[in-house]
C-alpha cells in the first residue's frame, strides 16, 4: 500500500500494524 509516496507492508501476524519501510 503506497500512501504519501511511502511504502507500507502490512505485517502477517499482525494485520491491524502496518509497518514503515523505505
Known amino acids: ?4 509516496g511511502r511504502v507500507y507492508i502490512i505485517n502477517k501476524t499482525n494485520r491491524r500494524f502496518k509497518a514503515r519501510q523505505g
Open 1 to 4: 500500500v503506497r500512501r504519501k
